[in-house]
């Protein structure tokens, strides 16, 4: 069982930044992939970015170039660095960990980005 607690989100006007922080009960990053997705009022959830074992990263589209995401193996922690936000961005930010056949989540972090 690992519990995922996400923290960081809030309201900032386009062009501004967050960084999302995502802490794992245990050291997952050597057996799953992380992941942070978003799910927009009446839309569904969608991957945003994850990072593999090996630190090998991916980016939906409409983020590439403004997110980044990283971990700190020591802490336990992924984090996500918002840059660039646009009022597109807002939404819940959900914290994932795939540990085959498992699927954890986060309760999600509120982003709202104010035009």
């Known amino acids: 069982q690992v519990q995922l607690v996400e923290s960081g989100g809030g309201l900032v006007q386009a062009g501004g930044s967050l960084r999302l922080s995502c802490v794992a009960s245990?050291?997952?990053?050597?057996?799953?992939?992380m992941g942070w997705y978003r799910q927009a009022p009446g839309k569904q959830r969608e991957l945003v970015a994850r990072?593999?074992?090996?630190?090998?990263?991916n980016y939906a589209d409409s983020v590439k170039g403004r997110f980044t995401i990283s971990r700190d193996n020591a802490k336990n922690t992924v984090y996500l660095q918002m840059n660039t936000l646009k009022p597109e961005d807002t939404a819940v930010y959900y914290c994932?960990?795939?540990?085959?056949?498992?699927?954890?989540w986060g309760q999600g972090t509120q982003v709202t980005v104010s035009s």
């Open positions: 994932n960990v795939v540990i085959i056949p498992n699927n954890y």
């Open positions: 245990r050291n997952v990053f050597s057996i799953g992939t």
């Open positions: 990072i593999s074992t090996g630190g090998s990263t």
